[in-house]
């Protein structure tokens, strides 16, 4: 079955750090784009970076550029998202999800009703 697992989200003070882990099975994870995104009760599901199926540039919101970092292990079927210098902005639950397309813009950031699979969540909770 298709399964996509996130973990790694928590409780955490301002200005601290996380990595997410999304670990994927079931599907031929090399041939498929990976976006995280995040979602506040209430508020649309916004995307957060993404990568495309190659190993190519991560793409970055801007509210979260600079700060984190997206990466992929192939060998591993398991996408990253490292998240430092948290601010309480950032609370939210964060998703990975995958996309079966060879395309690996930006573009990828703002379609999340296009992705194929996604996992269930984990929560991340900034706060002092």
């Known amino acids: 079955q298709v399964q996509l697992v996130e973990s790694g989200g928590g409780l955490v003070r301002p200005g601290g750090s996380l990595t997410l882990s999304c670990v994927a099975s079931?599907?031929?994870?090399?041939?498929?784009?990976i976006g995280w995104f995040r979602q506040v009760p209430g508020k649309e599901r916004e995307g957060v970076s993404c990568?495309?199926?190659?190993?190519?540039?991560?793409h970055y919101a801007d509210s979260v550029k600079g700060r984190f970092t997206m990466s992929r292990d192939n060998a591993k079927n398991t996408v990253y998202l490292r998240m430092n210098s948290l601010k309480p902005e950032d609370t939210a639950a964060y998703y990975c999800?995958?996309?079966?397309?060879?395309?690996?813009?930006?573009?990828?950031?703002?379609?999340?009703?296009?992705?194929?699979?996604w996992g269930q969540g984990t929560q991340v909770t900034v706060s002092s």
């Open positions: 999800a995958a996309y079966g397309t060879r395309y690996s813009g930006e573009q990828l950031l703002y379609v999340p009703d296009d992705y194929d699979y």
């Open positions: 079931g599907f031929l994870f090399d041939r498929y784009a």
């Open positions: 990568i495309g199926s190659a190993d190519g540039t991560p």
